[in-house]
């Protein structure tokens, strides 16, 4: 009702040669992003956190015995971590101090006592799907980050750089029901931690049971 006129444009908004100095793969990726604003997004408020281990070499490939059973985590298992600490898959609530749900990884380890930087951790989210569908998963993470769906590799990016949403954007293939979400973090210096949003046509419920 509060619409005066509508008047169809002849031309786009975006300026003229806007697109001059743009890569056909940046042009690509800029496409991509725009199709995933047509789909239902949603944010991981709770993960399961596993951690920390230590990272002394900072090597994001170098695999802890948490790795064997990512395609179908044993919530009860226990496993050694940093300082001989015995761990096990704990839930913890995101919190919206950057504007988004994230798991603060450093404030998560003060609280066990433990140092911060030189570690990895896992986080896992299980994402419901009424339907075979391909989602985009919008990870974001300090420093570097692994990720797997089912057991499998969908992503890995060796990197160093501050938390904020969406930095990693991958399609990934989620099967009707149940699915693991893990995300391996590797933290250097400075803070540390995650967050995760997921895009899709399709019903998706995240949970961390």
Not at 26 to 39: G, Q, S
Not at 64 to 86: C, M, Q, R
Not at 143 to 158: I, Y
Request: proline letters at 2%; hydrophobic letters at 35%; one cysteine or more.
């Amino acid at each position: 009702k509060e619409i005066a006129e509508l008047v169809k444009q002849e031309k786009s908004l975006i300026p003229e040669l806007e697109l001059h100095d743009v890569t056909a793969q940046d042009a690509a990726d800029l496409l991509a992003y725009l199709t995933t604003l047509t789909e239902g997004t949603q944010s991981a408020g709770s993960f399961r956190v596993l951690g920390p281990f230590d990272s002394g070499q900072r090597n994001l490939d170098a695999a802890t015995d948490a790795e064997k059973s990512v395609a179908n985590p044993d919530l009860t298992a226990e496993y050694t971590g940093l300082g001989g600490n015995k761990l096990r898959w704990e839930v913890v609530v995101a919190d919206n101090a950057a504007g988004f749900p994230a798991i603060d990884s450093v404030k998560y380890d003060q609280s066990h006592g433990v140092r911060g930087t030189s570690v990895s951790h896992y986080f896992l989210v299980y994402a419901e799907s009424a339907s075979d569908q391909e989602v985009g998963l919008l990870i974001g993470s300090d420093d570097g980050c692994k990720v797997w769906v089912n057991g499998e590799e969908v992503h890995k990016n060796a990197t160093t750089r501050a938390l904020s949403f969406g930095q990693d954007r991958v399609r990934a293939k989620l099967k009707s029901g149940r699915n693991a979400v893990v995300i391996k973090v590797l933290n250097g210096d400075g803070p540390g931690g995650v967050c995760l949003g997921i895009t899709s046509s399709g019903l998706v419920q995240l949970n961390t049971e």
